[in-house]
């Protein structure tokens, strides 16, 4: 953690997402907390490590991605129009078997596209296949190189992988032998779960402050009940989150039924783990009992509205759970379901996608809804509710300056409103994590992101030869699912 001293002065400030004004005023950031907003006195001299002029400004808190996948930032433009189950093959054709560099510069892509955007922490649900410790370490490596807040949440599945062959239809032996024999979706051993994930925990947890991790099943229907009863009590003993994703799709939600003879909500409360600790991505095809035990229990659901739609999964029902008192979180998704990863759009999508076929305009998600899902609902999900997401005095210092000149902020109207409604990441010059400046002048200052750029130019080339069998999988699935 840096002590250091940045004074930001003469900003318009957004506070937070239920600001109704954006007052003119200092910001005081000592160490990793900001310590005074509105008028601060002179400060004595040599006690500022770092003034920044915020004149023609817009401070408003970093926004939080709760669910993207680091490892699928490569795949930006692929896969338009494909089934889920072609999607998810030619995922795994692009992410498997990559090299400790490949998994740093595909976090670094992620980075750079998150940075000048203005977002600043984030849930990585990494990888897609069986991981390695070696695996885990080069991506909390590249995560800490970047100076992003980031939550590693360890994905795995210790089950089969089953909803990604589709169901009555051929698909090659060899294709199956991936899923069911020694090969990248061969389910991971409980046993080594156990030894992994805490050494992990011991070894990285908490680092440079700003790196946390917790344990995230793939999907809980993926997974053995000792697998989920041993996420809770590993999340328990840290005090950590978990992450999962959550009934995405119908097929998932079949396979539940079929195999609980419930949904999946109701076997985790019948498991006794669903708890303020879960945030489960997408959350689309609940019914009305699941939301209520997501409200009862205060598990948050990460809403992702614009990979929804880019796959066609299905829609979160969002005013619904809102009204029920359901947490929600927003994100981007990877890459490869939702080509960049910009909040705003996230945020835009979040607050427009249902308001058509909804004539009751007092149930519509706001603006402010949505910006609440990016920083305060972000923030209960990886557990620092109360700490960050927010521009007050004793909140973590996380903070992005917009430049108010762009055209889409003249004339300043609502600066909640244009932050979702108009901002498009493009209008952002400084980003502040943890107390820290990590972007300054639209340039990032923690790492060389435009030698990241040039080699990742190469990659798919690359991995295309590398895992031609996978790529062939992803066809015959392709072929097979129109
Ligand atoms: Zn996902």
Known sequence: MTEATILIRGARILAGAQAATTPIGDILIRGNTIVAVGEVPPQSPGSIDREIDGRGLLAAPGLINAHMHSQSSTMSGF??????????????????????????????????????????????????????????????????????????????????????????????????????????????????????????????????????????????????DEALLFCAELAQRHDLPIHTHLLETKAQARIARERYGESTVAHLERLGILSDRWSCAHAIWLDEADIALMAQRQAIAVHNPESNARIGTGRMRTPEMLAAGVPIALGTDGSGANDNLVMQEAMRAAALLHRSDLPDRRQWVSARDALRMATLEGARAIRLAGQLGEIAPGQLADIVLYRLDAPWWRPLNDAASQLVFAETGAAVTTAIVDGRVVLEDGRITTFDAEAALAEIEGMEATLRLRNADLFAAADAIARAVR
């Open 79 to 224: 896969a338009d129009g494909l089934s889920h189950p072609a999607f998810m093959w030619l995922t795994q054709a692009h992410t498997s078997r990559r090299t400790p560099q490949e998994i740093r510069l595909a976090v670094l892509l992620s980075a750079a596209q998150m940075l000048t955007t203005g977002t600043t922490a984030l849930i990585d649900h990494f990888p897609g296949q069986r991981f390695s410790t070696a695996d885990m370490d080069a991506v909390l490596a590249a995560w800490e190189e970047t100076g992003l807040r980031t939550t590693l949440a360890m994905r795995f599945f210790d089950g089969v992988f089953s909803d990604i062959i589709p169901a009555g239809i051929e698909v090659p032996a060899s294709v199956t032998a991936l899923v069911s024999g020694s090969g990248l979706l061969a389910p991971h051993p409980l046993a080594e779960l156990r030894e992994q994930m805490p050494d992990l925990i011991t070894r990285w947890h908490g680092r440079s402050g700003r790196i946390g991790l917790c344990p995230a099943p793939s999907n809980p229907d993926r997974c053995s």
